[in-house]
T-cell receptor, first 114, second 117 residues
Framework: DTGVSQDPRHKITKRGQNVTFRCDPI?????LYWYRQTLGQGPEFLTY????????KSRLLSDRFSAERPKGSFSTLEIQRTEQGDSAMYLC????????????FGSGTRLTVV | AQKVTQAQTEISVVEKEDVTLDCVYE???????LFWYKQPPSGELVFLIR??????QNEISGRYSWNFQKSTSSFNFTITASQVVDSAVYFC??????????????FGSGTRLQVQP
């Protein structure tokens, strides 16, 4: 297993379009997280899954954002009617319930809304 | 609410100098975890260390060392004999363990370290 994979690495979209990102966690990790990172800032928590259940959503996750994790494996994050303020790096991380080594992050999807 | 402050926005040193990155945190929990991550230009966050709030022993790993002081709510990171490959953005993060199951991370704003040859 080569770690957490995210696709695509880069996405440029016009304002108002919908975009979807995919995250494939480490296979034995049952927890999956989405974070958003804007330029010059640290990542901010968006949402968290334990297996297929979405257990928490940040207030940052507006109604235009939706995340799924069918069957507790890969996850998708969709942004509808994108706005310029959505431009950011979207990071996915996974972890074991009691893993001692923290979270493993993917390389992220950089979204640019023009 | 929890908060992590990294007051140093950017640090520039010359290779072989020692450098310390500061991290101050706020939390109401008595049990929590602190982390340091490295983010090189490629963008991936690389895990460096995790400490729990009950373990205040300092830790050394090669050229890296960490000083955890609960009395001052600080978890500082020192790189000894810095190298150009250490150039990256470093993030300190906090996770509150008592919030059942969540364990999401609260990150500081990061410190950009530039090591000049």
């Amino acid at each position: 297993d080569t770690g957490v994979s995210q696709d695509p690495r880069h996405k440029i979209t016009k304002r108002g379009q919908n975009v979807t990102f995919r995250c494939d966690p480490i296979s034995e990790h049952n927890r999956l997280y989405w974070y958003r990172q804007t330029l010059g800032q640290g990542p901010e928590f968006l949402t968290y899954f334990q297996n297929e259940a979405q257990l928490e959503k940040s207030r940052l996750l507006s109604d235009r954002f939706s995340a799924e994790r069918p069957k507790g494996s890969f996850s998708t994050l969709e942004i509808q009617r994108t706005e310029q303020g959505d431009s950011a790096m979207y990071l996915c991380a996974s972890s074991l319930r009691s893993g001692p080594y923290g979270y493993t992050f993917g390389s992220g999807t950089r979204l640019t809304v023009v | 609410a929890q908060k992590v402050t990294q007051a140093q926005t950017e640090i520039s040193v010359v290779e072989k100098e020692d450098v310390t990155l500061d991290c101050v945190y706020e939390t109401r929990d008595t049990t929590y975890y602190l982390f340091w991550y490295k983010q090189p230009p490629s963008g991936e966050l690389v895990f460096l260390i995790r400490r729990n709030s009950f373990d205040e022993q300092n830790e050394i790993s090669g050229r890296y060392s960490w000083n955890f002081q609960k009395s001052t709510s600080s978890f500082n990171f020192t790189i000894t004999a810095s190298q150009v490959v250490d150039s990256a953005v470093y993030f300190c993060a906090l996770s509150e363990a008592q919030r059942a199951g969540r364990r999401a991370l609260t990150f500081g704003s990061g410190t950009r370290l530039q090591v000049q040859p």
